[in-house]
């Protein structure tokens, strides 16, 4: 406020009440402006806190999609992903990303295999498993096209509130389903709008990215939809999503931009004058950011704001405008006052030139990155807190010192040397600012990854070199943590099949260069899924982990092959792979002549063959490999490994136990079998099946007592198909189970019609597969095929091996007891070719062995099938078990039997397996006809047409 003494009054009367009447409006008036600034001030640094907090977030949202890459890059690089390996990839990366609420998986299963879903969830151990939201399928009209569910089949963390979510139909899910459709037509990660689950109050948003059969989406959008698998997704809950990006003052809130009701919640504005920010500070008390966000394709807003008042104002610095505002008015007063007024002015200047100093140092001094500056020589000039903390040296000890010697190591600044140099040329091309890596080190001599941005500055002869830099180790730590998981198998610490088809890409590329050959090696282990059952999924880790040693042990070292036990070894140019569960591969590089890749492939074998201890169980397992050889066999990684997994099929077909090199003949039978496949899979519903009968004989009464129910496949295309041909491949894709349902439901149906037609009783066999036997719901088919034919219990027989008994014996108890309740008959078959136990058989509820026919085709002429059948029969008889001798062909073998006192027996010298219609013949004759004892003549006459013709096969559909 400027003064005037009595020598300076010069207005006088009625102009001096105008003077000052104009002089308080016009001070007013600045006064008003000054408070504006200070608000438009205090408004900028609002606004440049809000931009922080959007580019903060925006980065988040880039770093959803890099963890949904890694996650969909795990279930492509692996054909039978475990269920722990998901969980230890999934905590990984909620530890990198703690905003992450959870991480989802939901396979696409078809509505008519949604029973079988939800059975093998509950198999899996979540007990009492179900589709949750199943019943809105049935009320909204708008999924009614939809034939598939996506139902949350694994998630982390697994907490007893997440583990609520398991089963929840996403394609049901309100909000959820418009992003499933765009995920799936653009191959690429969407994101649904607000949903709730589990009937919480919680609102959360899906990150979602499609799974497809296959390394990459299709291009067409029919064949994503054909090949699309399932969904792996993470859940976002939008408060924790921002928790730690809020700063002190400031609230945050991210919302969908076409919700109505949150817009209206929030009252924000886009303008910046000064009548609309006075009236959002006087009357709303608050300042408003707001800014969209691509929340990948959904248009998402993100406002923030904070509580300001009058206390945020500067009063000094406003004060100090006033002042000055005055003094420019008094100017025009008095010239006189000019000077005063210029050297006022002149020390308000340097007042805010000494505040601005001392805000831009408090700014360098709590910056998170060490921030320092050099002068031309390279020579520090200053040094900020953060730098102290990550170089370890105080400002004091270093200053005069050179940067780049001090805070860099020898080998680095050689590395980079020419690159910092560019910056002090004097040409035009020189670039203001350069960014690099490099490798630091601490006062210490500990060396850390560091991130550099440099710039240089000059202003007349004044250069001034700044820096800025970061220690990034933890970063770089998990970026390398990150890639060893997407890279190698986490249980042998070898690549799995990403990396191996990376490394068999370069091979393939180097040798066409070179013109030199190499081999791929396809390793599967024979019956491990029998190791893994019986001795369980510990033993079977433990031995796969033996088989890589082995296996990288034999190898030669110019095969390239190594063991990772870091992430930076991923890179290594390890040449072993496992591709998932049993299967490894092997790349052998620049060998001679196709006959090297054997002899590896004979020095793995050989390996791999010799004995295992594992816990105190003596383990065998054998391996069959497939070999290609490329340029050969494939120019491109796939149809390499394509050919190469079809010699070790081949080598699987052949007997197991050997290596086979890829030939076009092997095409042709995996195409063919691969058609038998496609039709086996439609033989039920063709009515293609029918169920032959073998007759067992009472060797006392000469009469037929019971059959065996033997499974032929008559194709209109094909003919009579060997059982030996289309059991196999049964078993393989899990069609067995279906087979032996409809097996055990046929000969219930035709064994009550035999009844009800008038015949004599007969007592049916039907065997039992190993998967049959393996499923929980079994003795529950049983009662329902008895129930729906209404077939006595007691003439039905079931027939299992000696190797399902022994595969969990005290199962097998439990369910052979459970079948006796029901009064089934029970029977061992081909016993004697197993590993049985004679203490395990005293403990089991059996009524019958049947004796192998290996062990009756060369009696009575060898001496050792005969002991071993002797010995059988009188096993049976103290153990009080009937007698069934299969394969009977020979007159001298039946009057062995009969001399041994063996009740029934069955084989072509009886008769053949035949129709139905043919057997009902047999009973009508048997009927009509009083049979004595057994002698060549009754056989004749049961069965007019003999034909003793040696045949093998495998269960369902042998020849007996």
Known sequence: MLHFNS????????????????????????????????????????????????????????????????????????????????????????????????????????????????????????????????????????????????????????????????????????????????AVKSGETSVSGRIRLGGTNNSNILIIKPVYLGRYPPIKESERWEMFSGIAALRIDRLQFIEQVIQPEIEIYLYHADNLAERERVNLTDKSSVFSIVQTVLVQNRLYFKESVDFYGAPFILSVSRRVGLKDIDWWKVTALWLISLVILGLTINVYRSRRIAVLKEEEADRAIAAEDARFSHVIETAFDAVITADSNKKIISWNQQACEVFGYTEREILGLHLFQLILTHKSLVQKSEIIDSLFDDTKDKPSGIRLEAVGKHKDNRQFSLDLSISSSRIGDLFTLSVFARDITERKRWDDKIRFLAYCDSLTNLPNRQSFKEQVDRAIKAARRHHWIGAVLYLDLDEFKRINDTLGHDIGDMLLKNVTNRLVSQLRDSDSIGHINEPEAVEGGCNVARLGGDEFTVLLE??????????????????????????????????????????????????????????????????????????????????????????????????????????????????????????????????????????????????????????????????????????????????????????????????????????????????ITESIIMRNVNETIITLNAFKEMGISISVDDFGTGYSSLGYLKRLPLDTLKIDRTFIKDIPDSEDDVTITSAIIAMAHSLGLGIVAEGVETESQLDFLVHLGCELAQGYLFSKPVPPDELMEMLQLQGVTELGPVNTHLIATVVPEKAPIKARGVKFGCSK
């Open 590 to 799: 620049e060998i001679e002549n196709p006959e090297t890749a054997g002899l590896v492939a004979k020095r793995v074998q050989d390996a791999i063959v010799r004995s295992y201890n594992l816990n105190g169980h003596e383990v065998y397992v054998t391996p069959s490999i497939g070999i290609a050889i490329f340029p050969r066999d494939g120019c491109t990684v796939d149809e390499l490994l394509k050919n190469a997994d079809t010699a070790m099929y081949h080598a699987k077909a052949v007997g197991k136990n050997n290596f086979q090199f890829y030939s076009q003949q092997m095409n042709v039978l995996a195409t063919s079998r691969l058609k038998l496949e496609g039709k086996l899979r439609k033989s039920l519903s063709h009515n293609e099946m029918q169920l032959f009968y073998q007759p067992q004989i009472d060797l006392a009464s000469g009469k037929i007592v019971s059959a065996e129910a033997l499974l032929r496949w008559d194709q209109p295309e094909l003919g009579m198909i060997s059982p030996g041909e289309f059991i196999p491949i049964a078993e393989e894709t899990g069609m067995i189970i279906e087979l032996g349902e409809w097996v055990l439901n046929e000969a219930c149906k035709q064994n009550k019609s035999w009844q009800e037609a008038g015949y004599v009783p007969l007592r049916i066999a039907v065997n039992l597969s190993n998967m049959q036997f393996l499923r929980h719901d079994l003795s529950k088919t049983v009662a329902q095929a008895l129930e729906k034919s209404g077939l006595d219990p007691k003439y039905l027989e079931l027939e």
């Open 7 to 182: 020598r300076e009054r010069v207005f006088k009367g009625y102009w001096a009440v105008v003077l000052w009447i104009s002089v308080t409006l016009i001070s007013l008036l600045f006064l008003a402006m000054s408070v504006w600034i200070e608000f438009h001030t205090v408004n900028k640094g609002f606004t440049n806190k809000a931009w922080e907090v959007h580019r903060t977030v925006t980065q988040r949202i880039s770093s959803l999609e890099t963890v949904l890459i890694s996650l969909v890059g795990l279930y492509h690089s692996s054909d039978f992903l475990r269920t722990a390996e998901q969980t230890s990839f999934s905590q990984e990366m909620l530890k990198a990303y703690p905003y992450i609420t959870s991480i989802m998986h939901m396979e696409r299963i078809p509505h008519e295999r949604l029973d079988q879903f939800e059975a093998r969830m509950r198999d899996d151990g979540f007990i009492g498993f179900q589709l949750k939201n199943n019943t809105q399928y049935l009320k909204q009209n708008k999924f009614s096209n939809v034939d598939f569910h996506l139902p949350i089949s694994f998630i982390e963390p697994m907490t007893p509130l997440s583990a609520n979510l398991l089963g929840y139909d996403l394609v049901r899910v309100s909000g959820a389903f418009s992003a499933i459709v765009r």
